[in-house]
């Protein structure tokens, strides 16, 4: 009978029970033993295991977080860290590690099955920045969350004439902040991917003014050179100059703590499975992401080769739109 190990490991994600809850009833449909490992890495390094049976995650798939906690653990990147690691992976006889999480926590399992452990990584990451899988476990779910702050917030800003600057998750990445802004109706949308000055969204939201809007929004990533603090200092000393009193928004972690939607259940228990069936077809090092409508594994080695381009055509047609 083979033992395989769950953990999740840096940012949680709406959508990672899901995924612990498919890795545990699939795997035991396959004879496999399977063991929760808490607090990601750290649950490695300092051999915090149980097992886990089907009841174990029932009534977890609507709940955000994750059940078996996480962190990221500076302890793990040394060499004693990894070498208590191994060791808790040698007491065990575990045969295999399945790693839920994003950039970080897969070069960890690419570490990991370097050093000879059979690992299989599962996309989840709320900034939708990790190559190998189309969109990522717990993206939908931030993204609605953002996206209903953002309706909220236009309704008040309507209401007294303002302006908003509101900043989103991501990380690097802008995915959320240009998927926001082009649903919510921004006007203007701030990426690290495109470089817009600050005085450009000044005049964004000072024409937005002059054409008799009763609002101008802005969305910002937290990874953009100009982020909503930058921008807020700058805009609040050319307040006639924009026409609308200001009122900036950082969302933060509030958008990593939805209840998962419906798309978020379905990936992460459609990843979770796959990373089950990767490792019955004798699979190793490998990520397994969502690609054309289904799960896909990306091996390890050319994983990390690749870049993931955001699709900047939707920034202009938020820029027309928003007219």
Known sequence: MKKVAVLTSGGDAPGMNAAIRAVVR?????????????????????????????????????????????????????????????????????DAVIVIGGNGSQTGAKVLSEKGVKVVGIASTIDNDLPGSEITIGVDTALNVAL????????????????TLVEVMGRDCGYLALKAGLTGGAE?????????????????????????KTHSLVVIAEGATNNAETLHDYLTTRQDEIGFELRTTIL?????????TAFDRMLGTRL?????DALAAEKNAVLI???????????????????????????EL???LAK
């Open 26 to 94: 699939k795997g035991l449909e396959e004879n496999y033993e399977i063991y929760g490992v808490r607090y990601g890495y750290q649950g490695l390094v300092n051999d915090e295991l149980r097992r886990l049976k089907a009841r174990d995650v029932g009534n977890i798939i609507q709940q955000a977080g994750t059940m078996l906690g996480s962190m990221r653990c500076k302890e793990f990147e040394t060499e004693a860290g990894m070498n208590r690691a191994l060791k808790t992976i040698e007491k065990h006889q575990l």
């Open 148 to 163: 209903e702050a953002i309706d909220r917030l236009r309704v008040t800003a309507s209401s007294h004439k303002r302006a």
């Open 188 to 212: 203007a949308i701030v990426i690290p991917e495109v470089e817009v000055s600050k005085e450009e969204v000044a005049q964004v939201i000072s024409n937005a003014y002059k054409r008799g």
């Open 252 to 260: 933060g972690h509030v958008q990593r703590g939805g209840k998962p």
């Open 272 to 276: 979770g499975a796959g990373a089950i």
């Open 289 to 315: 992401g969502w690609q054309q409508g289904t799960p896909q594994a990306t091996p390890y080695e050319t994983l990390f080769e690749q870049k993931k381009n955001l699709k900047l055509e939707n920034l």
């Open 318 to 320: 938020a820029r027309i």
